[in-house]
């Protein structure tokens, strides 16, 4: 079993209310910050890269495979929590929707997925996404914030909504194996 998983918030994407985010791509600062992220995953070499199939997510582990020289896979069930295309809405409108999230796993607050879901999804994907690993590389995944926020809090003494506050684009944390615990964070690893 690899040493560590490392779960990426994607770089920065071009807000776009006319599509979901699921369909966002990186806005050029977001290539940039890809670039810079692969410099601070250089640490965790050697490693394997696993992304979620969402264009945002695929794109940052795109360009930081390059930069690393490594492969990278798309797995199924690293994807964000299910959103539609909503109006962009001020930070504190978007914290109150995050908040209803982590508030209540059982019930869709936004979209048809409950929080309790998304984290099953999730998890269950950090798990395809283990298999094959080499037992001497880390597990670094390119994924998304909410998704990220759940399993964290999960399984450590962590609110989920102020991780979820926290990871910027791109950020990531570190947890060990088998149990996810959270070994550290670093938070704008694009600068």
Known sequence: MP?????????????DATVAPSHWQLSPEGEDQATR?????AEFMPLSLA?????KARRTAEIAAGELGVSVRVIEGLEEFDRPALPLMPPAEHEQLNARIFDDLSSAAIGDESGAHALARFRAGVITALDGVPITDNLVIVSHGTVISLLVAAHNHIDPMTLWKRLTCPSFVVLTL????LVRSVWHAGR
């Open 3 to 15: 040493r560590y998983i490392v779960l990426v918030k994607h770089a920065q994407p071009i807000l």
């Open 51 to 55: 992304c979620s199939r969402e264009l």
């Open 37 to 41: 992220l692969a410099q601070r995953l």
């Open 178 to 181: 088998p149990d996810f615990g």
